[in-house]
């Protein structure tokens, strides 16, 4: 099956400044890659996501990036808020949408 | 927006007993659920796939004769724990998605059931 690595598993920022989580993916046929951000107790929510189709996509602070020969996915975050502290999970999909395969988490934390 | 439910939220049982989780999805029709494991802190694992009407499809090292599927409706799924043991302890998250065009992407994830195994 698929394998997705996510890095770093921790990530402090200044409110303010951008966060950068970054994720690969191992099989080559994925072509759907949501993330989600998982607050404390909650259930996890999408927040963006790409198609294999589209090299970026930006919705407002949050954008995404792919490089499907280098085969990683990024998420960024401009101008990070306290409310942006969760985890974030990124994901691969090959079926576009079925079985999401979950790369390991980035706990977040914005520093007032 | 898509909802789905989990039904217990939390359920503490004996070792050796059976526990039921119930996944629903309140608004919209659901082609296909999804059940995850969630470990404290750590990434949701993909258990299974099921698809209404048919018989769910496992992942790799998931015993299906241990955690057993039922999709009978388009609404309603549930994961059975059979003679469960404390190391299955765990967070289960169900999802959901529909082939429809609310979004056929996206998967929309239940609030999770804390299991405890004694």
């Known amino acids: 099956g698929e394998n997705v690595e996510q890095h770093p598993s921790t990530l402090s920022v200044q409110e303010g400044d951008s966060a950068v989580i970054k994720c690969t993916y191992s099989d080559s046929a994925s072509n759907y890659f949501p993330w989600y951000k998982q607050e404390l107790g909650k259930r996890p929510q999408l927040i963006i996501d790409i198609r294999s189709n589209v090299g970026e996509k930006k919705d407002q602070r949050i954008a995404v990036t792919l490089n499907k020969t280098a085969k990683h996915f990024s998420l960024h975050i401009t101008e990070t808020q306290p409310e942006d502290s969760a985890v974030y999970f990124c994901?691969?999909?090959?079926?576009?949408?079925?079985?999401?395969?979950f790369g390991t988490g980035t706990s977040l934390t914005v520093i007032p | 927006g898509a909802v789905v439910s989990q039904h217990p939220s939390r359920v503490i049982c004996k070792s050796g007993t059976s526990v039921k989780i119930e996944c629903r999805s309140l608004?919209?029709?659901?082609?296909?659920m999804f059940w995850y494991r969630q470990f404290p802190k750590q990434s949701l694992m993909l258990m299974a796939t099921s698809n209404e009407g048919s018989k769910a499809t496992y992942e790799q090292g998931v015993e299906k004769d241990k955690f057993l599927i039922n999709h009978a409706s388009l609404t309603l799924s549930t994961l059975t724990v059979t003679s469960a043991h404390p190391e299955d302890s765990s967070f289960y998250i169900c999802s959901a998605r529909t082939s429809g065009p609310l979004s056929y992407n996206e998967q929309f994830f239940g609030p999770g059931t804390r299991l405890t195994v004694l």
């Open positions: 608004d919209f029709q659901a082609t296909t």
């Open positions: 994901a691969a999909s090959i079926n576009w949408g079925n079985q999401f395969y």
